[in-house]
């Protein structure tokens, strides 16, 4: 259930520098703004989905939403609370209702250790369980997410992707988190797998009433998980609404170009969609544009938007867009 | 026919038993047409391609049937020969275009390399013709371009650089290896467009390797579907998409999530996971996730039999 009267996680103006380069270097000590300027709302029970091209700091974005990184702009707003400078012991109770699900389950599963152990360390370090009832929490946590309980002694190495994601999503769900932030949970998996995933996070979602942001390339996917979506382009949202609304009918003419680019299985032959490409590539955040940032590569581009930056403004209840000629 | 494969089996020896990556697959190719092979990691659609070009050099590997290029047999042959051939009329294009670029040089001095391998022209008649070659696949200043380093390009611009380079000098045969995965869809929609272009200009044949159903419904003629080392359909684009037959085709066209339309609450999704290929299952390898396995299906592999639109499956067969 989405209760729109309590916001889970709110960011205001929320943003991301990362310093590179030394002062030794030839362009010295620059900055780059990887998130910038960010306020979202996500409320208890609704999965926000964030899309966008590479380097457009979703997943930085994700990161600092669960303090994996620390927040240079902004406040960040847990449950009305702000945590955006708590110390990491400050931090510790949050952990457990804060979770995440990375990409690439053989990478953030230590390879000697058997799953169950794995699955248990978090209640080892958050719980206050005895050995027998983390034995039993685990068989449960391994039931939930469809593994067989003869599983828990054995390596990741001896799973296929797709249960390895599962014991990811075990390990995430394991302290009864109210916000998992799942980043590219499917992108490793094969395609026939993919389904059994977002089924169980499904699932879960309606059995646990766990709030999910879920970042995925894949836009259908998105779709097909999300309640919301929010559209980034060089680290800010350009786009935020229902997620069928704005795939029916995106406003801002980024969101129509990535929307339009997704490849579609056409059975009625003739059917072909209209597609927008577009040409050049994502400018460098160290360096972006003027004005709508945007703009270079923006098919309806006006001498407003090189010099004006659009703010995100709410052009229907619940659609938000940041263009100056939106489609609405 | 530009490429005919016979009972193609590859397979290799490892310390855990023989692995059997390709069993019995066959196809033609014609002139300027795209082939696309659709399957999950695992399903051999790449290492029947490797085969093709020649790139199996595993002294494990055992290599059996027949790989026909303009009626000449490529299974056997040496591989002075086959360097003569590969580059020049078989061109590769693989998923992380660095893998075929060098860090340690430009762009045009690799694709200039490429052409003096196999023409003798001059460097700077090769240099005019990878100018040529960069504005050909949408480079905005090729001038500009050719002096520029692998790391100073986008991945889009990378793979753009290697097509250029498959290019050089007039393949026959195209062969890309999932090229636009590793890619943002509206950089892969641009490379598209580009394989398409390219295909109708220089009149290339091209094998298309993808695990998206979407890039090969947008793409490809004619389509082959892959599992466990085997074809188990195959057809034109239009019956595959519009009446797949095997079982397997439809459940993997029916788990992907619409785009538009009403969302379904769950998706149909195929229970288990690909097999290993060191532990085959006995009879038809698709029949432990299968939702109309019966008794046959555990006893024989079925044969995908002949005509255009096939699937390798007993209840077809039995319809």
Known sequence: MIDKNRPILETRSLGKRFSIGSRFSAEGKRTVHAVDNVSLTVWRGETVGLVGESGCGKSTLARCLVRLYDISDGELLFEGNDITSKSLSELRPLRRRLQMVFQDPSASLNPRRRVGDLVAEPLR?????????????VAELFDLVGLLPDHVMRFPHEFSGGQRQRVGIARAIALNPDLVVLDEPVSALDVSVQAQIVNLLADLQEKLNLTYIFIAHDLSVVRQVSTRIA??????????????????????????????????????????RKRIILTGDVPSPLNPPTGCRFHPRCPIAAERCRSERPQLREYRPGRKVACHFPTM | MILSVRDLRVSFRTNDGLVRAIDGVSFDLEESEILGVVGESGSGKTVSLLAVMGLITDPNATIEGSIRYKGRELVGLPARELRRLRGNEIAMIFQDPMTALTPVYTIGWQIAEQIRA?????????????????AEVNFPNPHEAM??????????????????MALSCNPALLVADEPTTALDVTVQAGILDLVRKLRATHKSAVVFITHDMGVVSELADRVMVMYAGRVVERGSRAELFSDPRHPYTRALLGSIPPLTGEKPRRLPAIPGSPPSLLRLPQGCAFGPRCPVHYEPCG?????????THAAACFRVAQA
């Open chain 2, 118 to 134: 196999h023409r003798n022209i001059s460097k700077s008649k090769a240099m005019e013709r990878v100018e040529e070659l960069l």
């Open chain 1, 125 to 137: 370090i958050h719980g206050r369980l005895s050995s027998s009832e983390i034995t039993r929490r």
């Open chain 2, 299 to 307: 006893a024989g592999k079925p044969d995908l039999g002949s005509g």
């Open chain 1, 231 to 272: 559209v980034m382009y060089l680290g800010s949202i350009v786009e935020e609404g229902p997620a069928e609304d704005v795939f029916a009918a995106p406003a801002h003419p980024y969101s129509q170009a990535l929307i339009s680019a997704v490849p579609v299985v056409e059975t009625t032959p003739g059917g072909t």
């Open chain 2, 147 to 164: 002096s520029r380093y692998p790391h100073q390009l986008s991945g889009g611009m990378r793979q753009r650089a290697v097509i250029a």
